[in-house]
């Protein structure tokens, strides 16, 4: 939902508005993270360390089935909570090619540099216990409002359906849009 909690959310009414103002506002917030912020040349991050290797046969690896993929997310988890390794604030513990960079994987670290997936750069991700408490505290009051409110917002939908679906309002959108470009 769009609107900030305490506020009627967002609707129908507001969808084509905002099509045109969210990647540019996605682009602002992401200026926010380190891990967003990248850097051609993946040597330019600290070297990786760590204060202790991993001990033989314990590397990161698939989850195997799905009781596994939901233990892998249980523990992952409860992992984000816990404080980040001090070394871990100065070196990445590993570098991962995009391709390899999974959930799974990259909640296994406290921080860790992964390039893109086009290999022009990289970025250092770092687990940030404190945002992520934050996060996860939003995303539980979203979720209670949502189940609150989702019976009258579905009929707001359906009812408008025809409208935002419709030819003529995509037109005016895309029109808007590539007036914005110039």
């Not at 892998?72 to 590993?94: G, I, M, N």
């Amino acid at each position: 939902m769009a609107a900030g909690l305490g506020r009627a959310p967002a609707g129908p009414e507001r969808l084509h508005e905002a099509l045109s103002t969210k990647l540019p506002e996605i682009r602002e917030l992401r200026k926010a993270y380190p891990d967003a912020q990248t850097d051609p040349d993946p040597e330019a991050f600290p070297a990786v360390r760590r204060e202790k290797p991993p001990k033989k046969g314990q590397d990161p690896t698939l989850p195997k089935g799905r009781v596994g993929q939901l233990l892998s997310a249980a523990t992952s988890a409860v992992r984000q909570a816990l404080p980040r390794r001090e070394l871990a604030e100065r070196f990445p513990e590993a570098r991962l090619a995009a391709l390899d960079a999974k959930w799974w994987m990259i909640s296994q670290f406290d921080s860790v540099v992964v390039s893109m997936p086009d290999g022009t750069s990289a970025a250092w991700y770092q687990r940030q216990p404190e945002e992520f408490k934050d996060l996860m505290r939003r995303t539980l009051d979203i979720h209670q409002r949502m189940y609150r409110e989702w019976p009258e917002l579905a009929k707001r939908y359906r009812d408008a359906l025809p409208e935002i679906t419709s030819p003529q309002q995509w037109r005016k959108t895309f029109d808007a849009s590539a007036g914005q470009q110039g």
